[in-house]
Structure formats: structure tokens, C-alpha cells
């Protein structure tokens, strides 16, 4: 907790927050963060970088505040015949689309789910929402009964789920999402699905549903497929009426030219730019009957990391013994369970030795 100087006027509400972000360590291999571990391409570094030197001409001019050509890409990517551009919302990171939902919808409590992603309460309480989580059961599955009752007593404004979760890497059935949103309809109420690791889950996608029940609206980024987490850019993919509220609370010229054409250039090389999401699934599937060989229980996971707990050392304990070898993973504060990000054959290679090392 800061100690926050008499003279500051901090709001009462955020005396008590936690700066959120993972340890950030130099010289490490880096398995902490969900980052896709493989570098751009070099033919799309260049057109890039020849895309930069032709809009850094008009650098002087604000950029396209509505980022029309970025939104229709997106939707020409996503390949549904009933998605067009006004389906589509686009800001810096899927956060900022959190945010400003947030900033647009929450006017009465929101709903979400523990554990999973924890940028949803930190949202929730910088925007001073009203914020209720429900557990996830033992196998980390949603309690849809729960959820219903909690609907009922609440009232809320947002629901939202993970899918496929974090930390857990779950991934929650199109089926039990279609039951969620049948059960809001009716209610003034926004069911926000967040998918930003769909591309590495064999389930179909929420968006699915949209056509057929606009109270859902699905969070999306490119910063893990697409290997882009450092360009920053998340989209919301809704129905229109949705958009409008979001285009309300956004910050003028929220998303700068340099950030549209960069995101431009990767659709534009969709196949590249996620040639490696096969092999980060084949990685994933592979340490995880590594893992499980050394009597760990791993999670299944739709993600490109795995949630791991059955080991004797305290999370801290073991999260510190296999920093000693050079390797960070994430320690999200579960007692008993750390999560570790896919990284290259190599990177997970090493991983795997530090962590039989480590469970000694």
C-alpha cells in the first residue's frame, strides 16, 4: 500500500490499490506474461517499416478517430457474412475496451468469476463499479446455476467470462455461454465475453451467438496470436447499438495513426503473422504430459500458458527456485497454483529442467 503524501487528493477508493503488472526482470527467460515468445517476420517488419516512412508525412494530422479501415479489416478477418465494420470497435489493448465498457455500461453491479482475469475488478474499482465475483468450481468450471442466482439477486448491468480463462486456461463450452445469454434476455444487462486467447482454442467463438442475441459482446486483441502485445491493440466485436455507447466514453483520437497502420499491415499478413499458433498448441500439449510425468496436476488449457498446482513448495517458494535458474513464470497470488506462459521448444526445454531441479 503507498503511503500516499497528506497533500494529494487520491480518491478514497484507490488509497488502498495495488499497481497491477507482472515482476518485471532483466536477463530472464520470460514465461511470466502470456507474450507470444516468437518475433515478427521479417518481410512484415519491412513493409512496416516502409508503411511508417509513408504516414509519418502526415504525422501533423490527427488520426482517423473512428479507425474505419482498421475496424473493416478486423471484420473481414473474423470471415462472419453478418459482421461489417459498425460491429466492430477497436482501442489500445482489449484493456481499454474493458475500460470502456466499463465507462459506458456498469450503471448498476457487475458479475464476473474467480479465479480469472484480474483486470476486471481493478476496472471495476477504478470506475467505481459495483463489483461481485463468483467462484469457479472445484475443476475450475462456471457454476451456471450460481451465476443465474447471482443474475437474480444483482441485477447487474455487465456479466463477464473469460473463455478461455486466466489463469486457469479453461475454456468455457458455446453451449453454457448461449445459456447465460438466454437467461439475461429481457434484462437491461451486457454479457461481455472476453476471448483474448481464442486462436488458441479449439472452441468455437462467442461471437457465434451475436447475430441471434446482441446482449453479447466479445473482447478480442492482438497481442497474442498475432505476436503484437507491443502495438497494443484490442477490438470488441457487438452489436452496433453497443458500439455507439463505447464511441460516448472514448478519449478523442484514442487510437494514433502509427497504432491503425501497424495493426493494418499484420491482417494484411494474417498467415504470417500466426504461423506459429500450431506449434505454441503442440508446445502447450507437450509440457503439459511433461509436467504431469513429474506428478504435477495441470490444468487443460485453450490458452498458450498452463495452470499447474501439486507440488510441495509453497507457490512463492518454487516461483523463487525457478527464477534461481534463469526462467520467471507467474505467481497470480493462488496458493498452491503458478501459471507458466508457452515459450519456444527451447525456452520450454529449459523450463522443463529448471522445474525438476526445482521440485527436488
Request: hydrophobic residues 40%; proline residues 5%; neutral net charge.
Amino acid at each position: 500500500m503507498a503511503n500516499w503524501p497528506n497533500w494529494l487528493p487520491i480518491k478514497e477508493s484507490l488509497r488502498d490499490n495495488k499497481v497491477y503488472g507482472a515482476p518485471q526482470i532483466q536477463d530472464v527467460i520470460k514465461l511470466n506474461t502470456n507474450e507470444n515468445p516468437y518475433q515478427l517476420p521479417k518481410s512484415v517488419i519491412t513493409e512496416l517499416t516502409n508503411e511508417i516512412e509513408i504516414i509519418a508525412k502526415n504525422l501533423n494530422r490527427y488520426p482517423d478517430r473512428d479507425a474505419i479501415k482498421l475496424r473493416s479489416a478486423l471484420a473481414e478477418y473474423l470471415s462472419k457474412d453478418f459482421l461489417t465494420a459498425e460491429n466492430i470497435w477497436a482501442a489500445n489493448g482489449s484493456n481499454e475496451i474493458l475500460q470502456q465498457i466499463f465507462l459506458a455500461y456498469a450503471n448498476s453491479s457487475c458479475v464476473g468469476l474467480s479465479p480469472s482475469y484480474s483486470v476486471h475488478p481493478l476496472i471495476a474499482k477504478i470506475t467505481n463499479s459495483d463489483w461481485t465475483a463468483i467462484s469457479l468450481k472445484e475443476d475450475f468450471t462456471i457454476d451456471i446455476p450460481a451465476l443465474h442466482k447471482k443474475i437474480e439477486e444483482t441485477n447487474p448491468s455487465l456479466i463477464f467470462i473469460t473463455s478461455p480463462n486466466n489463469p486457469t486456461g479453461g475454456v468455457v463450452k458455446l453451449s453454457d455461454i448461449k445459456k447465460i445469454a438466454e437467461f439475461i434476455q429481457g434484462r437491461s444487462a451486457l454479457l461481455i465475453v472476453d476471448e483474448a486467447y481464442a486462436e488458441f482454442s479449439s472452441e468455437k467463438s462467442a461471437i457465434e451467438l451475436i447475430k441471434d442475441f446482441p446482449q453479447i459482446a466479445v473482447v478480442r486483441t492482438m497481442s497474442k496470436a498475432f505476436a503484437f502485445a507491443g502495438v497494443r491493440v484490442g477490438y470488441l466485436v457487438a452489436d452496433p447499438n453497443v458500439i455507439s455507447g463505447l464511441k460516448i466514453v472514448r478519449l478523442p483520437y484514442h487510437l494514433s495513426t502509427l497504432t491503425q497502420a501497424a495493426a493494418l499491415v499484420a491482417l494484411n499478413n494474417v498467415k504470417l503473422m500466426q504461423s506459429e499458433i500450431e506449434l505454441i498448441i503442440s508446445e502447450r500439449n507437450r509440457l503439459h504430459a511433461e509436467m504431469t510425468k513429474l506428478g504435477l496436476k495441470v490444468i487443460d488449457s485453450g490458452a498458450n500458458f498452463l495452470f499447474f498446482t501439486g507440488f510441495q513448495p509453497k507457490s512463492q517458494d518454487l516461483w523463487q527456485r525457478i527464477l534461481d535458474h534463469g526462467i520467471l513464470i507467474r505467481d497470480v497470488g493462488i496458493e498452491g497454483f503458478l501459471r507458466v506462459t508457452i515459450g519456444t521448444p527451447e525456452e520450454n526445454e529449459q523450463f522443463l529442467n529448471s522445474l525438476k531441479t526445482s521440485l527436488r
